[in-house]
């Protein structure tokens, strides 16, 4: 007897069960892909754009970013209470979700935001942190306490999330360098009550780092930035905050380097210094944390760093800048 009958009967066995395996892989396997609003890269408007989210369950809006609940209170920088919100999804013919109405477009397109600022921050080395809280549309006793868009909570270790602003060409909530402003706050969680300025100075660059824009705050603000005062490139104004001053002294350097990434990866580098100082490391404050992060460079790149530092900030402080 030929065994050709037999290998086909095996292989009608087989393929049937073969296929079912892949397809079984493939849904564990592949990120789930969902049309949130987001801001065009092209346009610079907010339109439906497909993305993956690694990890994520998009009908409770939760994932490796954070986890959204809504109707939570705030009281004394601490949340409680509140309930994951339950969305329905309908599936477009490319095979990416999309979530059902107003609330839940809003809900999804905050928690991709998260998603990408966390994607960039540990592109740049930073620690991979447990999913935190985000309390979107808290309760009405904390709404006064609140800005629009994404804000980190240091007490909590948590996220409010409110829309708006109203009149703003960007929703603070899709910001990406405003997002990832607030992620990286809460990865320099151990400096904001030790080294306020470097925090939020180191935040307030990652920002523009991950929008690849120096003036990313000005899309969400109701009347723009026509001054340009919270364009990192431009020279700050008289009573421009410390933190201000060294965002734009590491923007200036990070933009003549041709690799945000990069730069991103030697700030926080820098920060986690700071953070854990060793005997001899030197003084403290904003243009200590420069220097450190010229101490990662060698030759040219040092002396192009120096030079770009010693002409936004005092050069006190720059100690391997000779």
């Known amino acids: 007897m030929s065994a050709r009958p037999a290998l086909l009967r095996a292989g009608k066995t087989l393929v049937p069960l073969l296929l079912a395996t ?41 994932g490796p970013a954070g986890t959204l609940v809504i109707g939570a209170t705030l009281r004394g920088g601490q949340l409680a209470g509140g309930a994951q919100p339950e969305c329905a999804l309908r599936r477009l013919t490319s095979g990416a979700a999309a979530p059902q109405g107003a609330r839940c477009q809003a809900l999804l397109g905050a928690y991709a935001a998260l998603e990408r600022a966390r994607s960039f921050l540990l592109s740049a080395g930073a620690e991979s942190l447990p999913p935190a809280p985000v309390a979107a549309e808290p309760a009405a006793d904390a709404m006064a306490e609140l800005r629009s868009g994404l804000r980190y909570l240091p007490a909590s270790d948590a996220f409010t999330l409110l829309g708006g602003p ?91 380097t041709g690799d945000l990434v990069a730069a991103s990866r030697a700030v926080l580098a820098a920060a986690r210094a700071i953070a854990a100082p060793r005997p001899g490391d030197g003084g403290t404050g904003p243009a200590a944390l420069l220097s450190l992060v010229a101490d990662q460079l060698d030759g040219a790149e040092r002396d192009q760093a120096c030079a770009v530092f010693r002409g936004r900030t005092s050069a006190d402080g720059l100690t391997a800048c000779p």
């Open 22 to 62: 892949a397809a079984a892989c493939g849904v564990q396997g592949a990120a789930p892909r969902a049309a949130v609003p987001a801001v065009d890269p092209v346009s610079g408007q907010v339109t439906a754009i497909e993305t993956d989210l690694p990890g994520a369950d998009l009908s409770s809006v939760r």
């Open 166 to 256: 109203a009149g703003a060409r960007v929703p603070a909530s899709l910001n990406a360098g405003a997002v990832a402003r607030e992620a990286a706050r809460r990865q320099l969680k151990p400096l904001l009550e030790t080294h306020p300025d470097e925090a939020e100075g180191i935040a307030l660059f990652l920002g523009a780092a991950a929008a690849a824009d120096p003036g990313y705050l000005a899309a969400s603000e109701p009347g723009g930035d026509p001054m340009g005062e919270t364009d990192l490139a431009r020279p700050l104004p008289a009573g421009a905050a410390a933190a201000q001053h060294l965002a734009g002294a590491l923007w200036a350097w990070a933009e003549q």
